[in-house]
């Protein structure tokens, strides 16, 4: 079973504040996929990064993707409460027998605080 | 808008029951996925389904089985449940692509609680 190893667990900081969530592993990954989860729901995509060293934006959160493919990271800048919530990344694997199966990181619990 | 519906929010079952927890999307997915989600674990694949009446193991199949007899419909049985398996099952399903990266729809995701 391949490992994505997401650190921290835990963030709990204030509102305004920058932050740098990790996803690393010792496989590499066709691609890398972050979701959000907020209580009560299921995870929803966020963005997918393809490309060694890619380097996606959306608003105020940055994903990017290790040269290698074995390591990404979601950096969000000058978080806001509505930021609350799960953040899981899941790495995929190319091929025909993969059948779209992700393996998921332990995740991230981010609290902002107003 | 895709839609995965899961037939339970909440759920209490008595050790040794038999349940089944049922999901439905309305995208005409080809793949489906069984996960539980448990604090610190994030998301373990129990089973997945590739094409009616396909199935294959995940990471953590014990003490699960599933069942797809139609597209659309993809159901987790736990045979016998125990305390241990009490948990959040969440499904999910995409399309099948060579590149293996699309994005998985998840359900609300079902509270197990046995008993």
């Known amino acids: 079973t391949q490992l994505l190893e997401q650190s921290p667990q835990f963030l709990s900081i204030q509102e305004g504040e920058n932050l740098t969530v990790y996803c690393n592993s010792s496989?590499?990954?066709?691609?890398l996929q972050w979701y959000r989860q907020e209580p009560g729901e299921g995870p929803v995509l966020l963005v997918t990064v393809v490309t060694g060293g890619e380097v996606k934006k959306l608003k105020r959160l940055t994903f990017q993707f290790g040269d290698a493919r074995k390591d990404s990271s979601l950096h969000i800048t000058a978080a806001q409460p509505g930021d609350t919530g799960l953040y899981l990344c899941a790495g995929a694997k190319a091929g025909g027998t993969s059948y779209g199966k992700l393996t998921f990181g332990q995740g991230t619990i981010l609290t902002v605080h107003p | 808008d895709v839609k995965v519906t899961q037939s339970s929010r909440y759920l209490v079952k008595r050790t040794g029951e038999k349940v089944f927890l049922e999901c439905v999307q309305d995208m005409d997915h080809e793949n489906m996925f069984w996960y539980r989600q448990d604090p610190g674990l994030g998301l373990r694949l129990i089973y997945f389904?590739?094409?009616?009446?396909?199935?294959e193991k995940g990471d953590i199949p014990e003490g699960y089985s599933v069942s797809r007899e139609k597209k659309e419909r993809f159901s987790l049985i736990l045979e016998s449940a125990s305390t241990n398996q009490t948990s959040m099952y969440l499904c999910?399903?995409?399309?099948?692509?060579?590149?293996?990266?699309?994005?998985?729809?998840f359900g609300p995701g079902t509270r197990l609680t046995v008993t």
């Open positions: 389904s590739y094409d009616v009446k396909m199935k």
């Open positions: 999910a399903s995409s399309l099948w692509s060579l590149a293996g990266s699309d994005e998985q729809y």
């Open positions: 496989s590499v990954f066709s691609s």
